[in-house]
């Protein structure tokens, strides 16, 4: 993957966005629990306003982002690939979650660090951070949910 401006870093990002929304979409149609459903649904609606925040980004006003460092510790590491399956339980959604929000941070990661353009280190930095923090909502329902109530 090779960004030339960051006009094209920002269409990646609504892509990559609109790709999730649909994914998350799509399962919440075929999945047979309601709590899964509305699970997906929810997240979903996370991805569209990513999407929607993306879409508003000026890539003259770059210079004003404020990337914030979140740690980058998991548990979502030690969860083994759940794929999709309309039978999908709770943990599995979560689980999913992690590893598909942990992919779109790592992705932006490592694009920022394939660029010498300062803007769009930061752009791609800034879009990580979402990610993160994304992927950071999620591990606290894991949390909450799995590890502590089983």
Not at 8 to 29: C, G, M, N, S
Request: aromatic letters at 10%.
């Amino acid at each position: 993957m090779s960004f030339i401006s960051l006009q094209e870093v920002i269409d990646f990002a609504i892509e990559r966005e609109e790709t999730a929304y649909q994914l998350y979409k799509r399962a919440a149609e075929l999945t047979v629990s309601p709590a899964s459903r509305k699970m997906f649904e929810e997240l979903a609606q996370e991805e569209a306003s990513h999407k929607d925040v993306f879409s508003k980004v000026d890539p003259n006003k770059i210079d004003e982002l404020k990337v914030c460092k979140l740690p980058e510790a998991t548990i979502g590491q030690y969860l083994k690939d759940v794929p999709f399956h309309p039978q999908m339980s709770y943990q599995e959604i979560l689980a999913y979650a992690l590893k598909t929000e942990e992919s779109a941070y790592q992705l932006y990661k490592a694009a920022a660090g394939m660029t010498e353009d300062p803007k769009l280190q930061k752009t791609l930095l800034a879009f990580a951070e979402v990610e993160l923090g994304h992927r950071r909502k999620i591990e606290a329902l894991y949390d909450e949910k799995v590890l502590t109530e089983g």
